[in-house]
């Protein structure tokens, strides 16, 4: 069964792979890290700004959405870095928190204060109201796709007939 095409659909689905192509360069930021490892960083400092123990493994896992040996792998890299520690959880012994060390918070916000320049350099290229009115419309597509990557998702689980 083909699906129709609206003729705009194509260029839309250009656009998000050159973007993603973009984003993706060449897996590493000028600096040698990788795009995951930042991605683990950011996780971290977001649960320390909420005054988190740190986090787990499987916690980060869930967020990035990625399986826990990746998560641990990355967190072996970080660490050997001194971007990151492991803490015994004090509630529960058996549990490692990873929280951020110094160098890894002073990384976070370089890459973070780099990554708004380059936005406002996009501001400056597109002007103010092409801005908003660019944020406004991923904003939605986002949730568009959200949305209908859950109903995919629902559909595949029921073999598309409604029964798991």
Same mark, same amino acid.
């Given at each position: 069964? +083909?699906?129709?095409?609206?003729? /705009? +659909?194509?260029?839309?689905?250009?656009?998000?792979? %050159?973007? *993603?192509? @973009?984003?993706?360069?060449?897996? =590493?930021?000028?600096?040698? @890290?990788?795009?995951? %490892?930042?991605?683990?960083? @950011?996780?971290?400092?977001?649960?320390?700004?909420?005054? *988190?123990?740190?986090?787990?493994?499987?916690? /980060?896992?869930?967020?990035?959405?990625? &399986? !826990?040996?990746?998560? &641990?792998?990355? /967190?072996?890299?970080?660490?050997?870095?001194?971007?990151?520690?492991?803490?015994?959880? #004090?509630?529960?012994?058996? #549990?490692? =928190? /990873?929280?951020?060390?110094?160098?890894?918070? #002073?990384?976070?916000?370089?890459?973070?204060?780099?990554?708004?320049?380059?936005?406002?350099?996009?501001?400056? $290229?597109?002007?103010?109201?092409?801005?908003?009115?660019?944020? $406004?419309?991923?904003?939605? #597509? !986002?949730? @568009?796709?959200?949305?209908?990557?859950?109903?995919?998702?629902?559909?595949?689980? &029921?073999? *598309?007939?409604?029964?798991?």
């Amino acid at each position: 069964m +083909a699906v129709e095409q609206h003729p /705009i +659909a194509k260029d839309l689905m250009e656009a998000f792979m %050159q973007m *993603g192509r @973009y984003a993706m360069k060449d897996g =590493r930021g000028k600096h040698g @890290y990788r795009r995951s %490892q930042i991605m683990v960083l @950011y996780c971290l400092k977001d649960a320390e700004s909420l005054g *988190g123990p740190g986090l787990m493994v499987s916690e /980060i896992s869930r967020m990035l959405n990625v &399986t !826990s040996p990746t998560v &641990t792998q990355l /967190i072996n890299e970080l660490e050997v870095r001194g971007f990151v520690e492991r803490k015994v959880d #004090a509630r529960d012994r058996r #549990a490692v =928190r /990873i929280l951020l060390t110094d160098k890894g918070r #002073a990384l976070i916000d370089r890459t973070t204060e780099a990554f708004l320049d380059s936005f406002n350099g996009l501001v400056e $290229h597109l002007g103010e109201e092409e801005s908003k009115q660019l944020a $406004h419309l991923l904003k939605k #597509a !986002s949730a @568009y796709l959200l949305k209908s990557h859950l109903q995919l998702d629902q559909y595949i689980l &029921t073999d *598309g007939d409604g029964e798991v």
